[in-house]
């Protein structure tokens, strides 16, 4: 149950688009299309921004997606706003009813 | 609304032991597996456990398994941690979470409830 390896932080400007990646294993990422994405403000509760890789719950912003390609994930945000800096979490389904997440990044907004 | 609110955090001794509730409405609680997610202060998210939606299967985060017991109880719409052996490591914020019904997303998370394992 390693966790799934993402950068520490990342930073872009407003209006710019940036990557955040997740890199597991053919256990976790490559072995499911389970990849779900959480975003986090300081001192609240994880939110679901993306799930099932690609997939965005209603009320979520279309300047949010998600993809992957063998055992990496990736989410974009395109359109930089200041209200996205947060941190955010990648999140796998690992078998055997068990998740596994990413260390976080840090996602500042110049 | 799907709402999920956890309590019965708080500080407990080494060695010591606590409850953990997460009470569930506006959805049928008992079509749902749950999963119970810790962050320790200024760390990342850590899965702690699972269970589906009748209770009869249960998992476990190798950190900690033969200490902590998820269990439900339907009739009540609540989720439970028993949490024993505490140690300071376990120290965290603690969130209750609902596992979508077609998919294995967590959907739906309570806004925690702060264990905290000092002497």
């Known amino acids: 149950q390693s966790a799934l390896t993402q950068p520490a932080s990342v930073s872009g400007s407003p209006g710019q688009s940036i990557t955040i990646s997740c890199t597991g294993t053919s256990s976790d990422v490559g072995g499911y299309n389970y990849v779900s994405w959480y975003q986090q403000h300081p001192g609240k509760a994880p939110k679901l921004m993306i799930y099932?890789?690609?997939k965005r719950p209603s009320g979520v912003s279309n300047r949010f997606s998600g993809s992957k390609s063998g055992n990496t994930a990736s989410l974009t945000i395109s359109g930089l706003q200041a209200e996205d800096e947060a941190d955010y979490y990648c999140c796998s389904y690992a078998g055997s009813s068990a998740v596994v997440f990413g260390g976080g990044t840090k996602l500042t907004v110049l | 609304e799907v709402q999920l609110v956890e309590s019965g955090g708080g500080l407990v001794q080494p060695g010591g032991s606590l409850r953990l509730s997460c009470a569930a409405s506006g959805f049928t609680f008992s079509s749902y597996a749950m999963h119970w997610v810790r962050q320790a202060p200024g760390k990342g998210l850590e899965y702690v456990s699972a269970i589906s939606s009748n209770g009869g299967s249960t998992y476990y985060a190798n950190s900690v398994k033969g200490r902590f017991t998820i269990s439900r109880d339907n009739s009540k719409n609540t989720l439970y941690l028993q949490m024993g052996s505490l140690r300071a490591e376990d120290t965290a914020v603690y969130y209750c979470a609902r596992v979508g019904r077609y998919s294995k997303v967590l959907d739906y998370w309570g806004q925690g409830t702060l264990v905290t394992v000092s002497s």
């Open positions: 099932d890789v690609s």
